[in-house]
Nanobody, 131 residues
Framework: QVQLVETGGGLVQPGGSLRLSCTGS????????MGWFRQAPGKEREFVGT???????????YYAASVKGRFTISRDNAKNTIFLQMTGLKPEDTAVYYC?????????????????????WGQGTQVTVSS
């Protein structure tokens, strides 16, 4: 059974930082896209960013415009784990953050924001940015 488990959410003040982790089990994710989405109350789930394998041990990441330059995705393939480092947090970043994994190894950038391209989802972790 494939599972993704997120940790690291919490309450942080505006301008602060937080790091989320997502560990997968049941299969190896190193060669497949893994990413992050978020969902605020009353809103649809939205794309945050995705990391994609580009050959060898290399991965590259793509981000939504709203978080680019503030959020960074990294991976520890030995631990089947992906991270989301969030800096410069704003109240509008408040949401439940979900980790997701795709089975489409060659997922193109234009398809990364679509939730239907991800087969596995974590349970979500709450991030609240407030003073």
């Amino acid at each position: 059974q494939v599972q993704l488990v997120e940790t690291g959410g919490g309450l942080v003040q505006p301008g602060g930082s937080l790091r989320l982790s997502c560990t997968g089990s049941g299969r190896t994710f190193s060669d497949y896209p893994m990413g992050w989405f978020r969902q605020a109350p009353g809103k649809e789930r939205e794309f945050v960013g995705t990391s994609r394998w580009i050959g060898g041990r290399a991965h590259t990441s793509y981000y939504a415009a709203s978080v680019k330059g503030r959020f960074t995705i990294s991976r520890d393939n030995a631990k089947n784990t992906i991270f989301l480092q969030m800096t410069g947090l704003k109240p509008e970043d408040t949401a439940v953050y979900y980790c997701a994994a795709s089975s489409i190894r060659g997922l193109i950038v234009g398809e990364m924001p679509k939730t239907g391209n991800y087969d596995y989802w974590g349970q979500g972790t709450q991030v609240t940015v407030s003073s």
